[in-house]
């Protein structure tokens, strides 16, 4: 069995600041780390190929930087990692990147059949969750978002059987290889690596693929040229900086203290009342 | 099977990083193992770079390395509750290159020197905790790591963990370090304009003032205070002796906010923004509480090793210099084909004593005690040495020979004429 898993370096976001004076990120000494969505879909393929056996390839698109989160994904135990880098793909929207990934996808298979692809659930610096969809549909695969867990795998009949998380409850999906997933946070726990994986992954030479390599001709479809996204204004929210208001408590009914809040509330959002008094209504 | 190398270096600090650096250009096959998620990320310093250290071990690190100011000014500032006294010395030739001091901010420099040596051609493995010497009876051969098939093999292993060294503990090598010995440290980087740092300090272009500071602003514990300028930000911190530091039962953030409130300090930061807010230990016992730095198969490096120099602020070029020399010494036997048992790698140590290193310890060997047991340079003192000042400076019609009376005899009711004349035998015995 042979899975794909797509990946992408971000910044962590825990550690970013916003420039006080100009507003911008600073980006300076902050850690690059793998999304943390995608651990969850890595873990996953990792534990597919402990059970059933088989090749794990990791691959990302990104400046030559991003060769750290792929060879910690060696680390955890993948086989493969693949860089798509290229001054071309700068810029480059969802819809560029899974063009990108598609593609490069497209040419891994050449090498070596590909029965799963896994991707992050989402971006924790994009927040789209577009990019895994975005290469199903290119490459054509059964799509499977925000799957809790795969209860069966059968490789002879190509067939695979998973929770989906749906809103109001869960979906239990069955559908034929290959197939794209997403795995939900929270659903498994990366493991510790080796520390034979832990050389492996210092000694590993990330694959570097440009976008030859990667098998795209249409140049029109890569990068900024192919992002039909834009993005007009970035600017840093305003902190709330109103005070909260202590109400005491002391002696008071707990009946007179909900009409007090009540009153409050409906003082700043007279809107509110009305369309409650409407709904009682 | 397991992985064997020439040396292991535990940690990614300043020493270790020398050390790793140093072995690795001399062609030798190198380990450093880093407990953090990347070098630096666990890493504390005020923080001052002293050029001399790095620029024996790569001297063209103001290529690329990333620096903050050079600093051309240093204010020492002796505080009470209102004022401070102080000096200042500022000098032009501070603000003609090469530089001597700079200040940085360590998670950019650890990185870029990290890289410095793995291009050397080190390999660094991060998120991996040593947690064991590998023994074979009392010569160290290797590291046990805590990842699974975590035995590590090497013919000698350098110990640049840090402060608070477990693994020289654990091992036995030195007892557990006391509270007596080492400060807590705490600080903070306040972001602003660099126009405002500038303003504030009078510099101008990557120019930079450093001020340290002692006296109440510490409440009586031996420690001190600092307030370095970046390129736009402010870094201000206090450190206490731990021991001070629980005895008064103090905690070190109270202290720092309390200082920042200073009204020769708030002015400073006015409008600022705290970023980070980091703390950490200070190894300052001295020489009295230096450790055996080596044995068979083994050597101990910078603050492991307690090189700090309370005195003068300085630990990182101690560092560097003592990672540099236990690789030396390293390379010097490996390629006399020597073995490291502990006779051979006494080296180090004589390499130590002859440097500045053990030379400074030494000379103010006895200057953790003189503190310990004097709280009255930290209180008394700076209160009687501000209200000195003020009474010489407030002009009331009075004398100043009445004035130099007064301050005489409040001298005198502070401290009385024995207590005076033992601090300033204390302190010169001290220096000395």
New interface residues.
């Given amino acids: 069995m042979h899975i794909v898993v797509c990946i992408k370096q971000v910044p962590d976001s825990a550690q970013i ?1 916003v ?3 100009t507003n911008t990120i600073m980006r ?2 902050v ?1 690059a780390i793998v999304n943390p969505y995608d651990l969850f879909s890595l873990e996953e393929a990792l534990r597919l190929k402990d059970k059933y056996g088989g090749h794990v390839t990791v691959i990302s698109m990104g400046p030559p930087q991003a060769e750290g989160a792929l060879k910690k994904c060696i680390a955890f135990g993948a086989d493969a990692a693949i860089l798509v880098t290229d001054r071309a793909f700068a810029g480059a929207d969802t819809l560029a990147t899974s063009f990108a990934l598609a593609s490069a996808i497209e040419q891994i298979e050449k090498d070596m059949k590909v029965d799963m692809v896994f991707a992050g659930k989402q971006t924790i610096d994009g927040d789209t969750a577009q990019v895994g969809p975005g290469i199903a549909k290119r490459l054509d695969m059964q799509l499977l978002t925000y799957v809790s867990k795969i209860d069966e795998l059968d490789l002879a009949k190509g067939e695979i059987k998973v929770q989906r998380r749906a809103e109001g409850g869960v979906q239990v999906l069955q559908t034929r290889l290959p197939c794209l997933i997403t795995m939900l946070e929270g659903t498994n726990e990366m493991r ?5 994986n ?2 492996r992954a ?2 590993y030479p990330v694959n570097f693929w440009n976008k030859d390599t990667a098998g795209i001709v249409d140049v029109s479809k890569i990068g900024l040229k192919g992002s039909p996204t834009l993005v007009s204004k970035v600017f840093a929210p305003k902190p709330n900086t109103k005070p909260a208001e202590i109400i005491d408590t002391e002696g008071h009914e707990p009946r007179d203290l909900a009409l007090t809040l009540l009153s409050k509330l409906f003082t700043q959002h007279p809107k509110l009342r009305d369309s409650i008094v409407k709904q009682a209504a | 099977m397991a992985e064997k190398f020439d040396a292991i270096v535990v940690g990614a600090g300043p020493s270790g990083n020398a050390a790793a650096y140093t072995l690795a250009k001399a062609g030798m096959k190198v380990l450093q193992l880093e407990r953090g998620e990347y070098p630096g990320s666990k890493n504390v310093q005020g923080a001052i770079l002293y050029a001399d250290a790095l620029e024996k071990i790569i001297p063209d690190f103001r290529d690329d390395a990333p620096l903050e100011r050079h600093i051309i000014e240093q204010r020492m500032w002796v505080l009470d509750d209102e004022s401070y006294i102080g000096t200042h010395y500022r000098s032009d030739d501070f603000n003609k290159p090469p530089y001597n001091r700079y200040t940085i901010i360590r998670a950019q420099f650890d990185k870029w020197f990290s890289e410095k040596v793995q291009e050397a051609g080190a390999m660094l493995i991060c998120e991996t905790t040593v947690s064991d010497l590998l023994m074979d009876g009392k010569r160290v051969i290797g590291v046990q790591t805590d990842r699974l098939g975590g035995e590590i093999y090497a013919d000698i292993v350098i110990l640049a963990d840090g402060v608070n060294s477990l693994l020289a503990t654990k091992a036995g090598f030195h007892p557990e370090i006391e509270p007596k010995n080492v400060a807590l440290a705490v600080k903070e980087i306040h972001f602003m304009p660099q126009e405002t740092v500038e303003a504030r300090f009078n510099v101008q272009g990557d120019a930079g003032v450093v001020i340290e500071m002692a006296g109440k602003i510490t409440q009586g514990m031996m420690g001190t205070g600092f307030l370095y300028t970046n390129k736009e930000s402010l870094t201000i911190g206090v450190g206490c002796m731990l021991s001070d530091l629980k005895k008064q039962k103090i905690s070190p953030y109270q202290l720092l906010e309390q200082m920042k409130a200073h009204p020769s300090i708030a002015p400073i930061l006015e409008g600022g923004e705290m970023k980070e807010y980091t703390a950490h230990l200070i190894p300052e016992g001295g020489y009295k509480a230096i450790p055996q730095v080596f044995g068979d198969g083994w050597m101990i490096v910078g603050d492991a090793a307690m090189f700090v120099n309370a005195m003068h602020r300085e630990g990182s070029n101690l560092a560097m210099t003592s990672g540099c020399f236990a690789a030396e010494t390293v390379i010097e036997l490996a390629d006399k084909q020597k073995p490291f048992t502990a006779k051979n790698l006494a080296r180090y140590r004589e390499k130590l004593d002859a440097s500045f290193v053990i030379k400074d310890l030494k000379k103010y060997k006895n200057m953790p005690d003189v503190f310990h047991a004097n709280s009255q340079f930290f209180t008394t003192y700076p209160e009687m040495l501000n209200q000195a000042a003020h009474k010489m400076l407030t002009v009331d019609g009075v004398d100043k020979k009445t004035k130099e009376k007064q301050i005489m005899a409040n001298f005198k009711h502070r401290r009385s004429l024995f207590g005076l004349m033992g601090d300033a035998l204390k302190l010169w015995r001290a220096f000395e």
């Fill in positions: 600041r420039h006080p004076v300076q000494g850690p510790f690596a080796t520390m034979e832990m050389f210092a000694r």
